[in-house]
């Protein structure tokens, strides 16, 4: 850090009213035109960073020490007026949810031309000429027209550039991105990624970047601080560290995220679960020791300190040598290769979808979201679904599952047709793990009767002795512990969740597993714990997945096959090696260079 920096943090402590921390001596600075990325898992503190840069720290919790020092100005000293006028005009803000950040019954025009009053704009005309010029800077097609519409009628991604526009509206000196790509598909990501880093180099502005996504901040950003459990663990360029990393963590977040290209390998689960607040004020030692693979009893007593362990790089620990030599567990079992049957579990022949619209004068226009789908899937087998939003791959989830209809063509979901046959005899035959685990499992309800809804469903009963060892086997194999039984949800973390989740999936025995998204948005030491528990199933060769995803490199670590999809057809499919490692559609080619964060040219 120089005294040039941009925006200088210096022992930030952030805590809640009993005096349990959040943050804990947090130091980061950002210089002119340079993009900082702040990494780590939920409840590390990554956006309380930004949100006490912008002032907006939740109820109940406050800056208890340290300073935050923006361009010369100390933002901690200032009064609540002052500080507001340097947001929006030399402080940008990207929020990570674009819908839920804009007005739902305002429009984008009034939206966007408020912003723009409030940071100077005085005219009408001025404001709505600025307006245009933004949305066309930012890649936006029809900028006059899209000051009409509303946010539900924009795309996530168009969504997330207007809020880019805002941002950078005022050419600020400091732009905070919060997760700004979070669950956008592949190639939209890169699109947003490329945005901020383009207008970051037109108007000089510094970024800081908080992800929990490596390999995003290997791409986009200069340098690299990771933070754990309120602490900055290790800081440096962003190439160090993604490649060359000193700290533990570090290392076991890399070996927990799934790659594209190189040999498969198991991917690092981390034991436990972050410290919270009251426990990590309380500890004497390093934070990371419970989960760290390489800790000894310095490490419970002594809290390293963070210090240069190479130029240019700083490590919070007392063997940052000994870095490289955490590996990802072996492979147990067979590694591939499986076994698949001959009959196919789901079979779709010349399958179409076609929705029919009513305006406001009734007329009747018909909209084809699926056309001539043409695939199978074969007992035992993983296949995984690629595109992007709008390609139809929840129009044809919703299908097979039956909340939807066959317009055309042919559906047969373990030998029954889904057109003749009645919705009630597919009940056990097909099972949704559904996307968001919070909003899937009742809060109300323990887990042990969660995971055997499916029972009810279909009218079953047990005996008390015969549900015991129901759950506890459901448990056992989604790896949790029998006293989860008597939990709420909201007791358990984000992957215990997903684990119930696929649990109460697993119930009925199904045919065909629907895995719609099911690590979209997750931390990727949860997202490791699920994608192995997948592989862990895999063994039983019970049933088969069709896995939903818009991370390519979920489906390569999981499936032995992928469907592209693409405005309502499947462009290309086969094994997942040769899809993703010589892609012959121009289609699959962008999906596959966007993932790559590199061009990957046809061959000749």
Not at 22 to 47: D, F, Q, T, W, Y
Not at 351 to 369: I, N, P, S
């Amino acid at each position: 850090m120089t005294g040039r920096d941009v925006l200088r943090i210096n022992q930030l402590e952030i805590s809640l009213k009993t005096g349990h921390r959040i943050l804990n001596g947090v130091e980061l600075g950002i210089a002119p035109g340079r993009i900082l990325g702040v990494i780590g898992e939920s409840g590390a503190g990554k956006s309380m960073i930004g949100s006490a840069i912008a002032d907006t720290l939740p109820r109940g919790l406050g800056i208890s020490g340290g300073s935050i020092a923006f361009d010369g100005l100390t933002l901690t000293d200032m009064n609540a007026k002052t500080r507001r006028d340097l947001l929006g005009r030399d402080i940008g803000f990207i929020p990570q949810e674009p819908m839920s950040a804009l007005n739902p019954s305002l429009t984008i025009g009034h939206q966007v031309c408020h912003h723009l009053a409030r940071i100077g704009l005085r005219t009408a005309k001025a404001r709505k000429d600025r307006a245009v010029e933004l949305f066309a800077e930012v890649g936006l097609d029809r900028p006059q027209a899209l000051l009409e519409n509303y946010p539900h009628q924009l795309s996530g991604g168009m969504l997330q550039r207007v809020l880019i526009a805002m941002a950078f509206a005022s050419n600020p000196r400091l732009v905070i991105a919060d997760e700004p790509t979070t669950a956008l598909d592949v190639t939209i990501q890169k699109k947003v990624v490329e945005l901020i880093a383009r207008t970051r180099e037109l108007h000089n502005t510094s970024v800081l970047f908080i992800t929990h996504d490596l390999q995003l901040a290997a791409e986009i950003c200069d340098d690299v601080s990771v933070l754990y459990a309120g602490r900055i663990v290790e800081t440096g360029s962003a190439h160090r560290i993604i490649n060359a990393p000193r700290h533990p963590y570090s290392r076991c977040l890399n070996l927990a995220t799934p790659n594209l290209t190189g040999p498969m390998a198991p991917l690092m689960i981390l034991p436990k679960t972050m410290p919270g607040p009251v426990e990590r004020t309380e500890m004497q030692g390093c934070e990371f020791a419970a989960r760290c693979p390489l800790v000894e009893d310095l490490c419970q007593t002594s809290r390293p300190p963070l210090a240069e362990s190479a130029p240019g790089h700083w490590s919070a620990c007392h063997w940052p040598e000994r870095t490289g030599s955490v590996r990802a567990p072996a492979e147990t079992g067979q590694a591939g290769g499986w076994t698949l049957g001959c009959t196919p579990v789901l079979r779709a022949k010349g399958l179409g979808k076609t929705y029919r619209q009513h305006d406001w004068l009734g007329r009747v226009r018909e909209v084809q979201a699926l056309r001539n789908l043409d695939f199978e899937i074969r007992e035992g087998e993983f296949v995984g679904i690629v595109g992007e939003s709008g390609s139809g791959k929840s129009s044809l989830t919703k299908m097979i599952v039956g909340l939807e209809d066959v317009t055309s063509g042919e559906l047969e979901v373990a030998g029954l047709n889904r057109t003749t046959t009645p919705r009630a005899q597919f009940f056990d035959k097909v099972q949704l793990v559904f996307q968001d685990p919070q909003s899937a499992l009742n809060p109300r309800r323990r887990i042990g009767s969660l995971v055997t809804q499916a029972l009810e469903a279909r009218g079953g009963s047990l005996s008390a002795a015969d549900h015991k060892a129901l759950v506890t086997g459901l448990l056992a194999k989604v790896m949790l512990p029998p006293e989860v039984a008597e939990r709420f949800p909201d007791q358990l973390s984000g992957g215990q969740k997903q684990r119930v989740n696929i649990a109460r999936a697993l119930c009925s025995n199904p045919r065909l597993l629907i895995a719609d998204e099911i690590v979209s948005g997750l931390d990727v030491s949860v997202q490791a714990q699920i994608l192995e528990l997948l592989r862990a199933l895999r063994r039983e060769a019970k049933f088969s997945l069709l896995l939903v995803s818009h991370d390519l490199a979920v489906v390569r670590h999981v499936c032995d096959r992928t469907l592209v999809m693409c405005k309502g057809e499947i462009v290309e499919q086969g094994p997942v090696e040769e899809v993703f490692g010589n892609p012959q559609h121009p289609y699959t080619r962008e999906l596959v260079a966007a993932a790559h964060g590199a061009l990957v040219q046809a061959d000749a």
